[in-house]
């Protein structure tokens, strides 16, 4: 099974910056595209960045496009999330989920989540 474990979420000014972790366990990580997803208060999860297993590829929602940063070390299992110019439109819990597709399905895995308020 797999466990996912986000962390580096807080309150922070508009305009700042931080930076999410998302400690993977249970499997072999390296198999696993990752992604983040938020959900804000009265509204629905929706998709913030993705990577391919290897990292070779990235996707962004355009709203984060150019301001956000994913990546993976796949020699210490984690994913991260870069934020920089944050907005009070970014405030969300933010969720990491594991993805791997195989012949027979899709697995997916999500964390707990860690919540991100942007705010003065």
């Known amino acids: 099974q797999v466990h996912l474990v986000e962390s580096g979420g807080g309150l922070v000014q508009p305009g700042g910056s931080l930076r999410l972790s998302c400690a993977f366990s249970g499997f072999t990580f390296s198999s696993y595209a990752m992604s983040w997803y938020r959900q804000a208060p009265g509204k629905e999860r929706e998709l913030v960045a993705a990577?391919?297993?290897?990292?070779?590829?990235?996707n962004y929602a355009e709203s984060v496009q150019g301001r956000f940063t994913i990546s993976r070390d796949n020699a210490k299992n984690t994913v991260f999330l870069q934020m920089n110019s944050l907005k009070p439109e970014d405030t969300a819990v933010y969720y990491c989920k594991a993805r791997r597709s195989v012949a027979w399905g899709t697995y997916d895995y999500w964390g707990q989540g860690t919540q991100v308020t942007v705010s003065s």
């Open positions: 990577i391919t297993s290897a990292g070779g590829s990235t």
